[in-house]
């Protein structure tokens, strides 16, 4: 039997970034410097279910302790930021998932948009911009007051993310396939970039897991854009703006239209097309005309290590 770890030598952190695609994990030691990362499927509770969310999060946390030949006794501190944990409801639910499967560990589980901007500016004001499956733009002045647009999920809300890029390109093949809708080269690579024959085969794995087609629609979309097609570009240009309205609705809440404001592009969608960023930037430029976009020098996943850090080292206090 392994040799049980007490509170006492629990000196390790655990810090997440989990999202509608993907999980982030990183592994401090003592010191906060980060020893280990892995890379796990989605963990957003309200998109992939609990069960998966919790299959992800075990499966990047089992990674990183083996890399470091630790057990989940070594852990003192966790901090996750999960899309959908901005319903308390679940973030309890994983809150005390951590805790069953961490027993040393204090446990702290919040939204992805808080570790992002953690990430992009620490204590100080900024709004983040995060683009990837979902969309939101989450900012905080000076005082601490923050505000928030979007990521409200794919059904009435995360305008401009990757899932609504992806099915808007599905409609786009759907509508010039029936002359509705102007020729577009998707058409010629759709069903063959989701491994699919025809439109039954296309429409039985969106129902299965839109996820898993909708947002890994982006890469052709940026990839015909960047070729000339109008239809993926005007796609393209039309998220953007509707990106930007999410991050001006936080500016004018934050009383930041008439002066500097600090904008991080954050999530997976920037940096990945050269046509979309540049129509994001451009956006940006119109809609808050003293923007300033500041680079994101830590990932959102180390960010909440951090925040682990502090969440564990409240445990000496405690006793």
Not at 117 to 131: M, T, V
Not at 142 to 150: C, F, I, P, S, V
Not at 231 to 260: K, T
């Amino acid at each position: 039997m392994p040799k049980k770890i007490s509170a006492a030598e629990a000196s390790y952190f655990l810090g997440f970034d989990g999202g509608g695609t993907k999980t982030d994990c990183v592994l401090a030691n003592a010191e906060g410097r980060v020893v280990a990362r892995a890379t796990a499927g989605p963990s957003n509770p309200v998109r992939a279910g609990h069960a998966r969310a919790w299959f992800s999060l075990s499966d990047a946390a089992d990674s990183v302790l083996k890399q470091e030949k630790i057990t989940s006794g070594h852990i003192r501190g966790i901090c996750a930021g999960l899309g959908g944990a901005g319903r308390s409801g679940v973030a309890r639910r994983v809150a005390t998932f951590f805790e069953h499967g961490f027993p040393n560990a204090r446990v702290r589980v919040t939204t992805d948009l808080e570790i992002a901007l953690e990430a992009a500016f620490g204590a100080a004001e900024g709004i983040i911009l995060l683009a990837g499956t979902g969309s939101a733009a989450f900012g905080r002045d000076a005082n601490g007051k923050t505000a928030r647009a979007g990521g409200r999920g794919p059904w009435f809300s995360d305008e401009g993310s990757t899932f609504d890029i992806g099915r808007h390109a599905v409609r786009a093949v759907a509508l010039a396939e029936e002359h509705r809708g102007s020729a577009t080269a998707l058409s010629g690579r759709i069903f063959e970039f989701h491994q699919s024959r025809n439109w039954d085969q296309l429409g039985e794995q969106i129902t299965k897991n839109a996820d898993a087609v909708f947002p890994k629609t982006f890469p052709l979309v940026a990839e015909l854009a960047e070729q000339g097609d109008a239809v993926s570009r005007g796609i393209l240009s039309a998220a953007a703006v509707s990106l930007v309205e999410l991050a001006a609705c936080v500016a004018s809440e934050l009383g930041f239209r008439d002066r500097d404001v600090p904008v991080a592009k954050v999530g997976g969608a920037h940096g990945r097309s050269k046509y979309f960023d540049a129509a994001v930037e451009t956006e940006l430029k119109k809609s808050i005309p003293r923007v300033t976009i500041v680079p994101v020098e830590i990932s959102p996943a180390e960010a909440a290590v951090r925040m682990a850090v502090l969440v564990g080292g409240a445990k000496d206090n405690a006793a």
